[in-house]
């Protein structure tokens, strides 16, 4: 079955550190997209991709990047971790313009 | 941006009981989805509902665009309906997708 993975599931860094964060969907969607959930925010959108060589930045993009060089991965690197980037993290991606956004199962990561 | 509303926050039922969740957007949308947060924090997709009326099973969403709103009918709880309802719209008014904007969800809880 198509599905959209994330890795790791769980992360601990340090403060300053360089993370990245994996999301791989087998579905051949053009459109991915991350988003972070803090309690008393809901969910955010972090930043999203139409398609291969194509980002844009969402509401909270400062701090974070993304890259797509394939239909199947978008990549989230925080370049130098914060304590205010713990979060979780959730990957997204859909078929086209305004169609269903199915997501993965998160990724929880803790900045000390 | 758009604003998106959900109503009751917190919503506390037994067993059985049937229940209507609001959501509320400020402007028009091209894709409304509801999610079912479970308590081991995966999203699910309930419903893709930019306009109309879907059931499945226990559930069903109603969108009427054109006042802006949405609704999610459940009937007969069940104590594995427990969790976060989110309503998230997509704006598009950059003429492509642009990624879902979240309500802070309805917190309900069944009691067996």
């Known amino acids: 079955d198509a599905e959209i993975t994330q890795s790791p599931r769980h992360k601990i860094t340090e403060t300053g550190r360089q993370v990245t964060l994996a999301c791989h969907q087998t579905?051949?969607?053009?459109?991915m997209f991350w988003y972070r959930q803090d309690l008393g925010h809901g969910l955010r959108l972090i930043h999203y991709?139409?398609?291969?060589?194509?980002?844009n930045k969402g509401e909270v993009s400062d701090g974070y990047s993304v890259s797509r060089s394939n239909t199947e991965d978008l990549p989230l690197t925080l370049e130098s971790a914060a304590s205010s980037q713990t979060s979780v993290y959730f990957c997204?991606?859909?078929?086209?313009?305004?169609?269903?956004?199915?997501f993965g199962p998160g990724t929880r990561l803790t900045v000390l | 941006g758009i604003q998106v509303e959900q109503s009751p926050p917190d919503l506390i039922l037994q067993e059985g009981a049937n229940s209507t969740l609001r959501c509320n957007f400020s402007?028009?949308?091209?894709?409304l989805q509801w999610f079912h947060q479970n308590p081991w924090g995966q999203l699910i997709n309930l419903f893709y509902?930019?306009?109309?009326?879907k059931q499945n099973g226990r559930l069903s969403a109603t969108t009427v665009a054109t006042e802006r709103y949405s609704l999610l009918y459940i009937s007969s709880s069940q104590t594995t309906d427990s969790g976060v309802y989110f309503c998230?719209?997509?704006w598009g008014k950059g003429g492509g997708a642009d990624g879902l904007t979240f309500g802070k969800g309805t917190h309900l809880i069944i009691q067996p």
């Open positions: 997204a991606s859909s078929p086209g313009d305004f169609g269903t956004q199915y």
């Open positions: 579905w051949n969607h053009n459109n």
């Open positions: 991709s139409y398609g291969v060589h194509d980002t």
């Open positions: 402007d028009s949308v091209n894709n």
């Open positions: 509902i930019p306009s109309g009326t």
């Open positions: 998230a719209v997509e």
